[in-house]
């Protein structure tokens, strides 16, 4: 297994500077935000995959079905010998479980939690020996510069699980519109799941589990700032509320204070927070079949394949230029 890019940062791969500024306007922001990629630190990413196993989280078995009933269709659509990369690969099982009949010729695995990562690439060679594997510590939410070690032909982005879903609409087109561009001239494509929009009940239940994984997996997020911005949140402080924005199309996911309190971090930096002030910490956009092609087509994808369940609630497309 190789590993590229050192981490300007113990747990992930974005410069400390950067990680810094950007936290703290966000939490200076009138309507306080912090992005989404923070919920991933080591405890975050255990947390998501305990989201996974969850029974209102219906995307993660949804997805794993469309794939598992259609592999043959899938394998077809990408052809033999490819290069597969894998987009915020997590704990790698969703590529893992597409190995048998997709038979990639080399595996790059992408994350911005590179610990994590490379702890998981590291027992999925062990099992597949004969796939080459990189593991790659890497922000690829703004920049999708990849290194010449992985394979420039038949490059088949994977992006699953509807993590596009967490751009919102603008930034998912310049996302999809760089893939395109890392495609151009490999005759590679991209297999993306998306989440379609539902019942609000149903989509409700799943961001608000009622075991409280994914509250834990929110107010961790506190802790991975503490870490961050030396700062002094205290988890009991604050509450996890989850709601769809039928006018967005989008889950929301916000802490909220249960008190007035102040935070502290470092150089000085303050915010106060009035009690049922909240923190905006991801939105999650939910698409329909044909908004989500459009977008495709928007971003030079010319030619789309779709699989979808019975209830039409989760999507897998691939997409080519
Ligand atoms: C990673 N992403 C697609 C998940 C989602 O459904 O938006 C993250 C998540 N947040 C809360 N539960 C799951």
Redo the contacts with the bound molecule.
């Keep these: 297994m190789a590993q590229l890019q050192q981490p300007a940062h113990p747990e992930n791969c974005v410069a400390q500077d950067e990680v810094q500024d950007q936290l703290v306007a966000g939490l200076l922001a009138p309507h306080a935000h912090v992005s989404?990629k923070y919920?991933y630190d080591v405890l975050g990413s255990r947390l998501?995959a305990a989201?996974c196993e969850l029974p209102e989280?219906y995307?993660t078995r949804t997805e794993a079905a469309i794939f598992e009933q259609n592999a043959g269709a899938i394998a077809a659509a990408l052809g033999p010998d490819a290069t597969l990369i894998d987009l915020?690969a997590g704990n790698c099982s969703k590529a893992a479980r597409l190995f048998p009949s997709l038979r990639p010729k080399q595996y790059v695995a992408i994350d911005i939690s590179e610990k994590f990562l490379r702890e998981a690439v590291s027992a999925l060679q062990q099992q597949f020996p004969k796939i080459k594997m990189t593991s790659l510590g890497m922000d690829f939410s703004s920049e999708l510069e990849l290194p010449a070690a992985v394979g420039a032909q038949r490059r088949q982005f994977f992006y699953p699980?509807?993590?596009i879903?967490?751009f919102a609409p603008l930034e998912s087109l310049k996302f999809l519109h760089n893939i395109r561009k890392s495609i151009a001239g490999s005759e590679g494509g991209l297999l993306i799941g998306i989440?379609l929009v539902k019942d609000k009940a149903v989509l409700d239940a799943?961001?608000d589990d009622a075991l409280g994984v994914?509250a834990a997996?929110?107010l961790n997020l506190l802790n991975h700032v503490n870490r961050l911005l030396e700062a002094d949140f205290q988890p009991q402080q604050w509450r996890h509320r989850?709601f769809y924005n039928e006018a967005q199309h989008r889950?929301e996911?916000h802490l909220e204070a249960r008190q007035d309190l102040v935070v502290h971090w470092q150089d000085g930096g303050m915010r106060r927070f009035a009690q049922g002030e909240s923190i905006h910490t991801?939105s999650?956009y939910k698409y329909t079949e044909q908004g989500f092609i459009d977008l495709l087509q928007q971003a030079g994808f010319g030619k789309v394949q779709t699989w979808s369940d019975e209830r039409n609630w989760f999507m897998v497309c691939h997409a080519r230029i």
């Design positions: 989404p919920l998501f989201i989280y995307p915020g699980g509807s993590s879903g967490n989440d799943a961001y994914t997996f929110n989850a889950i996911m991801e999650s």
